[in-house]
């Protein structure tokens, strides 16, 4: 089967400035996720789509970072704007059911300089 | 929310020798475990969970064991080759609710 997608796979931009990440997760999987890792750490969870609701965004950082699945399908995460500490791998994340097995996209790798 | 401690954060071993990873975690109700492998530069694979249901699981060198009292759970891969060298990650969640990660382990196997 397909996997999870995302792009872009690298991303540097100067700390102030804008980007946006995409993901596509594999079909038919109702559950998407937004992880966040920094180097030498396990992932950590951004937030949590069920279709196109969101169940959980409890460690968002809503005032810079936002993200939506309109449809229920592909996801955008969007850091507005960036921080050097943003700097990170941003992983995209679909299961079928919660609780079921996780499969993670390639992640995009952002550098803010 | 959850809390996941995993220890140790690097381990190095001999090949053909085994390693045991070990986690606890802080919230009573979690109810599933899973273990994520992941090399350098690649993305987290899944290599075996558990659910609250079942005291231990094996899959060929690998198995995880559950210590619902206690909360704790283990990783361990007998056997160990060059091709197990990677970070791993214990991961718990209860019914619809976030995974929550450790920090890793670094797991160098020596030839």
């Known amino acids: 089967e397909a996997g999870v997608a995302q792009s872009p796979r690298y991303k540097i931009i100067e700390k102030r400035q804008s980007v946006a990440f995409w993901c596509n997760p594999i079909?038919?999987?109702?559950?998407l996720y937004w992880y966040q890792q920094i180097l030498g750490q396990g992932p950590k969870l951004l937030i949590q789509f069920q279709n196109n609701g969101v169940v959980d965004d409890s460690q968002l950082p809503k005032d810079r970072f936002s993200a939506e699945r309109l449809k229920g399908v592909d996801s955008t995460l969007k850091i507005q704007p960036a921080k050097l500490e943003d700097s990170a791998v941003y992983l995209c994340a679909s299961t079928a059911r919660a609780n079921e097995k996780l499969f993670f996209g390639s992640g995009t790798q952002l550098s803010v300089l | 929310g959850e809390n996941v401690e995993q220890h140790p954060s690097t381990l190095s071993v001999q090949e053909g020798d085994s390693a045991v990873i070990k986690c606890t975690y802080s919230?009573?109700?979690?109810?599933?475990f899973p273990w994520y492998k992941q090399e350098l530069g690649k993305r987290p694979q899944l290599i075996i969970d558990?659910?609250?249901?079942?005291g231990e699981k094996k899959d060929q060198r690998i198995a995880v064991t559950l210590n619902k009292t206690a909360k704790h759970f283990s990783l361990h891969i007998t056997e160990t080759q060059p091709e197990d060298s990677a970070v791993y990650f214990c991961?718990?969640?209860?019914?619809?609710?976030?995974?929550?990660f450790g920090e890793g382990t670094q797991l160098t196997v020596n030839p």
């Open positions: 919230d009573s109700a979690s109810n599933y």
């Open positions: 079909s038919g999987h109702a559950t």
């Open positions: 558990i659910r609250s249901n079942v």
């Open positions: 991961a718990a969640a209860n019914s619809g609710s976030r995974l929550t």
